[in-house]
């Protein structure tokens, strides 16, 4: 079984902070890039971040800069988005997927780079 299984996400009020999971199994992680998107509903997905193989490079977009924390545990083969601060505008499903290639802005539009996907989270940001 090769598959990506987010968690993690819920209901949050603004200024609040949370952390969403990417956990692999059937494959080894490390040899991936991790790549987070979201899509809120009646728009386009849009890349969020991207964190390379063995955590050297990353990409973050300009939406959530300065209010994430991305990091992976390559020995329990998950990833993770911290978002802090969170906004209403971060409303939306959150997806993980596998990459083979570097972290930079066009990997969101890679699709054959895009190996694996997982189902996505819910997230909604909500006073």
């Known amino acids: 079984q090769l598959q990506l299984v987010e968690s993690g996400g819920g209901l949050v009020h603004p200024g609040e902070s949370l952390r969403l999971s990417c956990a692999a199994s059937g494959f080894n992680l490390e040899e991936y890039a991790v790549v987070w998107f979201r899509q809120a509903p009646g728009k386009e997905r849009e890349g969020v971040s991207c964190?390379?193989?063995?955590?050297?490079?990353?990409h973050i977009s300009d939406s959530v800069k300065d209010r994430i924390t991305l990091s992976r545990d390559d020995a329990e083969n998950i990833a993770t988005l911290h978002i802090h601060n969170m906004k209403e505008d971060d409303t939306g499903i959150y997806y993980c997927a596998a990459a083979r290639r570097l972290c930079s802005r066009a990997i969101y539009q890679d699709d054959l780079s895009l190996k694996y996907w997982g189902q996505g989270t819910q997230v909604t940001v909500s006073s």
């Open positions: 964190i390379s193989r063995g955590s050297v490079f990353s």
